[in-house]
Nanobody, 125 residues
Framework: QVQLAESGGGLVQPGTSLSLSCTRS????????MAWFRQVPGKEREFVVA???????IYADSVKGRFTASRDNDKKTVVLQMNSLKPEDTAVYFC???????????????????WGQGTQVTVSS
């Protein structure tokens, strides 16, 4: 069974950086588009970034210019580098995976069929 495992969450001060990682078990990692979503209690899950099979990315406007996603197909890992963090970035961050064609980069949570357990990111002074 394919599993996604996130790591790297924590408590940081505003303006600082944090890096999240997501590792996918199983085969054919390069056939999957990977994404990050986040959720605050009582609110809907929010799209953060998707990284396609060729490394192309789509970012939410709220994180554009501050967050950078990358993938390493050999390590079956995606990394979310978060800079200039703001209190409003506080959320549980989820990694998601979807097997896609090369040019398709979904951005809606219901497009994804594999999810990690989530990792808490808290930005507070």
């Amino acid at each position: 069974q394919v599993q996604l495992a996130e790591s790297g969450g924590g408590l940081v001060q505003p303006g600082t950086s944090l890096s999240l990682s997501c590792t996918r078990s199983g085969h054919s990692f390069s056939m999957y588009t990977m994404a990050w979503f986040r959720q605050v209690p009582g609110k809907e899950r929010e799209f953060v970034v998707a990284i396609g099979r060729s490394g192309g990315t789509i970012y939410a406007d709220s994180v554009k210019g501050r967050f950078t996603a990358s993938r390493d197909n050999d390590k079956k890992t995606v990394v979310l580098q978060m800079n200039s963090l703001k209190p409003e970035d506080t959320a549980v961050y989820f990694c998601a995976a979807k097997r896609t064609i090369m040019t398709h980069i979904p951005t809606r949570d219901y497009d994804y069929d594999s999810w990690g357990q989530g990792t808490q990111v808290t930005v507070s002074s």
